[in-house]
Structures are given as structure tokens and as C-alpha cells.
């Protein structure tokens, strides 16, 4: 036996443990991250469903005006489109927990903006005098 045949039995159950240890805290670190992956991408979903049901509480509720105006009571309508979203995502509504009310102004309030061509920006920019056109 040669001084690198022993030189060799000492360093290898050395390595043989580090290599080891180097993979189980990279296995570790993978699933660890994989998790945070899921959430991450399952709130996207939650979030896209809420949205598409703002926007499509917002249509009925505007549909609803135009056939019967007399229904445009702006917190009868917000709850109108409160409603439908609970009822529609209530998922989405438990994980993500957002103020439904306020959301669903800003989305009727953008539905009626594009509807009468109203642009808001303007009007402000407007109203500070940073605007000339």
C-alpha cells in the first residue's frame, strides 16, 4: 500500500460526506423554493379571476342602466357588482381578502370613462395647469 493508496482512504469517505451534504442542501433549497412557486403563481390566478369578475359585474351593471336608467344609484350599483363577485370568485375573495368595494368603484368608474370617452389624467393635468393641449 502506497502513501496515495492512504492518502486516498482517509480523503474519500471525507468527500463521499461532503458531496452528500452539498446535494441534500441543494434538494433542500429546490424544494423549498418550489412551494413559494405555486403561491406565487396561484395568486396570479386568483387575482386574473377577480379582475375578469370586476370587469364583468361592471358590464351587467352598465348593461342594466342602459335598459333601466332609473337603477343608477351609484351604492346600489356598487353593491350590485360586490355581489356578483362574491358570488362568482369567492375563492379569490378568501386568499386574496381585497376591499371589493373600492375595487369595483374603480372598475365601473373605468368602464363609464371609456364608455363616455372621459380621460381623467387630463382633466387633472388640466386642473394643475401642467396641461396646455
Given amino acids: ?33 418550489l412551494p413559494e412557486r405555486w403561491r406565487i403563481e396561484i395568486e396570479a ?3 386574473e379571476a377577480l379582475h375578469r369578475a370586476l370587469h364583468s359585474g361592471a358590464e351587467l351593471l352598465i348593461d342594466t342602466i342602459q335598459k333601466h336608467p332609473a337603477v343608477a344609484v351609484p351604492d346600489r350599483a356598487i353593491g350590485e357588482i360586490v355581489d356578483y363577485v362574491r358570488m362568482s370568485v369567492p375563492g379569490a375573495i378568501r386568499r386574496l381578502g381585497p376591499s371589493l368595494e373600492q375595487m369595483a368603484r374603480a372598475k365601473l368608474r373605468e368602464r363609464l370613462d371609456a364608455i363616455t370617452g372621459r380621460d381623467r389624467l387630463t382633466e387633472a393635468l388640466e386642473r394643475a395647469g401642467a396641461w396646455w393641449g
Avoid: C, E, T
Wanted: net charge positive; glycine share 6%; hydrophobic share 55%.
Fill in 1 to 33: 500500500m502506497s502513501i496515495i493508496d492512504s492518502i486516498q482512504n482517509i480523503l474519500q469517505p471525507i468527500i463521499v460526506d461532503y458531496a452528500a451534504w452539498l446535494i441534500l442542501g441543494a434538494l433542500g433549497w429546490f424544494f423549498r423554493r
Fill in 45 to 47: 390566478k386568483h387575482r
